[in-house]
């Protein structure tokens, strides 16, 4: 990397006095380039958006995410009960604006998502008496949303989670009503449609626990078939809601390697450390798991250890260079937010802990696992 990080530091910090910058926390921000600079030649870094940063328009970290990040992904906003929720029309406020901002930085957007058995409303899967809804019925009201969203934002959404979240941990399919009413088809049409209304858009399949051998291989399968039957599928993504702990470096790895023998492009999604107790035997993103709130499951209220802040940035360093290692099978490496304040893990699976799992602390200063990825970069 032909970057120096010191003359960096000195340019930017020189900058920040020219433009007055008094907040520290902003000030410290632009004293960096970003770390998607850094890592140019290998995989493009991004960012998930929640709403109220864009609704708030949260000014310190939407210019620290235009600093760091060349991809966004909305953390909530584009999801079906956000967008067309129960009874109303389409609510187009908060994507409009998290579209515009990606344009505006130039970055790489990512649509999330399109097809999800979690935040749909009920009444998507009833017909008009309350009653079950037919195969034809469910399946013109996914065609229905799909071409409705993907038609908005066609040319400037350049990949879109088409559908999340399908498989079960054991490697079987998920029994959510899409796969119920319609069948395990419901999600080769879903790729069909997004394809038929924006061909040029890059189409990936979603899912958490990928580095699960079992998992791995049910969606490996998945997509060799959907290859050899002509599905539109061009990517898919490894959500990487990971532990401090765990799952180890090989399984990624692993999981890399057989998407890329697959024939489609590895995205890694959502990624985030995890460093609270784990209350459970597996990591899990399933959003409808929650436990009791207990002191000593929440152990870092005023700060987290050096020896655990420790720990965390070596396990980012491993992670990132399994990534760098398979830079070539990988478009993107997209966080599940930026700083500690926002993430989601505050309050999953336990409401109101204080959680680590980012490369940006709650006064939106880099952590030391941040500057350990771009040590990996020198
Ligand atoms: O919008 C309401 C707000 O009006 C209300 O005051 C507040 C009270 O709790 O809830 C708000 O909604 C929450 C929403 O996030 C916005 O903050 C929901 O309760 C909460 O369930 C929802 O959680 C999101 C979750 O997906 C479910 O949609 C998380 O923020 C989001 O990080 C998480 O992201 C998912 C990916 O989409 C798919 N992969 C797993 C990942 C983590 O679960």
Request: hydrophobic fraction near 40%; proline fraction near 4%; charged fraction near 25%.
């Amino acid at each position: 990397m032909s970057i120096s990080r010191r003359s960096l530091i000195k340019n930017s910090a020189i900058a920040a006095v020219l433009l007055g910058i008094k907040n520290s926390a902003i000030a410290k921000a632009v004293e960096r380039t970003g770390i998607k600079d850094f890592y140019k030649d290998d995989f493009r870094i991004g960012t998930a958006l929640s709403t109220s940063t864009l609704m708030k328009n949260n000014e310190a970290l939407l210019a620290l995410v235009a600093r760091e990040f060349n991809a966004i992904t909305p953390e909530n906003c584009m999801k079906w009960e956000a967008l067309k929720p129960k009874d109303k029309e389409w609510d187009w406020t908060a994507a409009d604006k998290f579209v515009e901002f990606g344009q505006k930085n130039n970055m790489y957007i990512v649509g999330h998502n399109l097809v999800w058995h979690s935040q749909v409303p009920e009444d998507v899967f009833k017909n008009e008496k309350g009653g079950a809804i037919s195969k034809e019925n469910l399946t013109l009201k996914m065609q229905n949303h799909i071409t409705n969203l993907v038609s908005r934002y066609k040319g400037k959404i350049h990949a879109w989670d088409v559908v999340n979240e399908a498989v079960e941990d054991d490697g079987s399919w998920r029994k959510s009503p899409w796969h119920n009413i319609m069948g395990e088809n419901f999600i080769a049409q879903a790729f069909h449609i997004a394809n038929d209304v924006d061909s040029k858009a890059h189409l990936i399949y979603n899912d958490y626990n990928t580095e699960s051998p079992a998992k791995r291989n049910f969606i490996v399968d998945m997509v060799k078939r959907f290859k050899k039957q002509g599905v539109p599928i061009h990517g898919v993504g490894m959500q990487e809601h990971l532990s401090i702990d765990g799952p180890g470096v090989a399984e990624i790895e692993a999981t890399l390697i057989a998407l890329a023998g697959a024939g489609v492009r590895a995205h890694i999604t959502e990624l985030d450390v995890d460093v609270l107790p784990s209350v459970w035997n597996l990591p899990t993103a399933e959003v409808s798991t929650r436990f009791e709130y207990t002191p000593e499951r929440d152990p870092y209220i005023k700060g987290l250890p050096k020896n655990t802040e420790e720990k965390l940035a070596k396990r980012y360093e491993e992670i990132f260079k399994v990534y760098l290692k398979h830079h070539d099978k990988i478009e993107r490496v997209t966080l599940w937010g930026t700083a500690d304040s926002e993430t989601w893990l505050n309050d999953f699976p336990i409401r109101g802990r204080t959680n680590y799992p980012l490369l940006f602390d709650r006064k939106l200063a880099p952590k030391p696992a941040y500057f350990r990825l771009l040590d990996l970069k020198k």
